[in-house]
């Protein structure tokens, strides 16, 4: 690996850019870190966002109209969209108040048939939102 460039201090770095001519731009209060490799970086995103990995609410989705219509009908599978899992809570967008209704009388049906899928055991129940 190698050697970490030394770092100047502040009032070093004025008193050169003084001396060339250049004004110093960075602001007062800021610190200066040391750099990451880039690769730890993207490997750190890729982990947030989830990218290229299966999660749960992928799961979720790609099982929703049998999760929700176990009986082949779509009406409120179609009508219906997993959003996100937030404190082991799946919240669910529903444009329409019947739908969003009979979701609701359903939910415990729901929440035990998601907890049958794998990496979903940790949802507890649903919440149902306009949108």
Not at 35 to 46: I, K, N, W
Request: proline share 9%; charged share 25%.
């Amino acid at each position: 690996m190698p050697e970490p460039a030394h770092q100047f201090s502040r009032l070093a770095e004025e008193l050169v850019g003084d001396l060339r001519g250049l004004p110093y731009n960075e602001p007062r209060r800021s610190r200066p870190r040391p750099a990451q490799p880039l690769s730890a970086v993207v490997e750190q995103l890729l982990q947030l966002h989830q990218i290229g990995r299966e999660s749960p609410e992928q799961t979720i989705r790609d099982h929703w109209r049998t999760l929700v219509d176990p009986n082949g009908g779509n009406a409120n599978s179609s009508n219906s969209h997993p959003a996100r899992i937030e404190r082991n809570m799946l919240t669910v967008l529903v444009p329409h108040s019947v739908v969003r209704n009979e979701l609701f009388h359903h939910r415990a049906e729901i929440v035990a048939r998601i907890k049958k899928l794998p990496g979903c055991g940790h949802v507890k129940a649903l919440n149902l939102r306009a949108g």
